[in-house]
Structure formats: C-alpha cells, structure tokens
C-alpha cells in the first residue's frame, strides 16, 4: 500500500481497516481506506 500512495504526495496518512485489513476478507469484500490529507482536498483529487 506504500507504493500505492507515494503517487498522492498529498496525503499524509493512508490506514487500511475492515476484513482486508484482518485478513477475513471474502470475494465480495469492499476494501476500507482512511486517508488524512494534508490540506483540505476535493474528493475528486484522491
């Protein structure tokens, strides 16, 4: 996930939850993300 976000400079905080995250994930499973920007962001930029 590191790699991932070192494209998005503007983020200063990614945090993986939920079943991925506790590895019980399934294959209808969502992915759950919190990010913390570094400033105030339209969603559009993430």
């Given amino acids: ?3 991932a976000l070192e494209a ?6 990614a945090t993986l939850f ?3 995250a ?3 994930a399934h294959y ?3 992915i759950d993300l919190a ?3 570094k400033k105030a962001l339209r969603l559009s930029k993430i």
Avoid: I, Q
């Fill in 35 to 37: 990010v913390r920007a």
């Fill in 8 to 13: 998005f400079p503007y983020l200063s905080l």
């Fill in 18 to 20: 939920g079943s991925v």
């Fill in 22 to 24: 506790t590895n019980k």
């Fill in 1 to 3: 996930m590191r790699h």
């Fill in 28 to 30: 209808k499973s969502d």
